[in-house]
């Protein structure tokens, strides 16, 4: 049987586009996936991860509104810093993850895993790269 030939271009590219799972880390809780050629960092469903400008290192200023847009990556309580990984005490009393000492966040419009409509916006936010 031969298969129609847009349908194996189809295949071929659908396997390009997508990204690829590289490495897990905190137990599968974020993952580093190639996207584009770059190593960027995903929650567990393949959502990618974003940084902040306006944070500083270890210290999260992403609240309210802010926080309503780009979600933060919350740990939960008993999870540990492991490796580059790190955890930030935000003053809202939640803890969230980070990366290097940048807290890390999901952008409310990236709606599919490998989406990175965020980095950019506002020219204060950026993926999170491995």
């Given at each position: 049987m031969r298969m129609?030939?847009?349908l194996v271009l189809a295949s071929i590219l659908a396997l390009i586009a997508a990204p690829s799972f590289a490495t897990d880390y905190l137990g599968g809780a974020v993952k580093s996936v190639d996207i584009g050629?770059?190593?960027v960092l995903t929650g567990a469903g393949g959502l990618t991860l974003y940084t902040f400008d306006k944070d500083t290192s270890g210290v999260s200023n992403c609240?309210?509104?802010c926080a309503e847009k780009w979600p933060p990556l919350f740990a939960n309580d008993g999870d540990a810093?492991?490796?580059?990984?790190?955890?930030?005490?935000?003053?809202?009393?939640t803890k969230i993850w980070a990366y290097k000492g940048a807290p890390l966040y999901y952008w409310v419009d990236d709606k599919?895993?490998?989406d990175i409509?965020?980095?950019g916006v506002g020219g204060v936010?950026?993926?999170a790269i491995e």
């Open positions: 129609p030939k847009t050629g770059k190593s609240y309210d509104d810093a492991e490796g580059d990984f790190t955890i930030v005490d935000r003053t809202d009393g599919a895993a490998g409509t965020g980095d936010w950026h993926l």
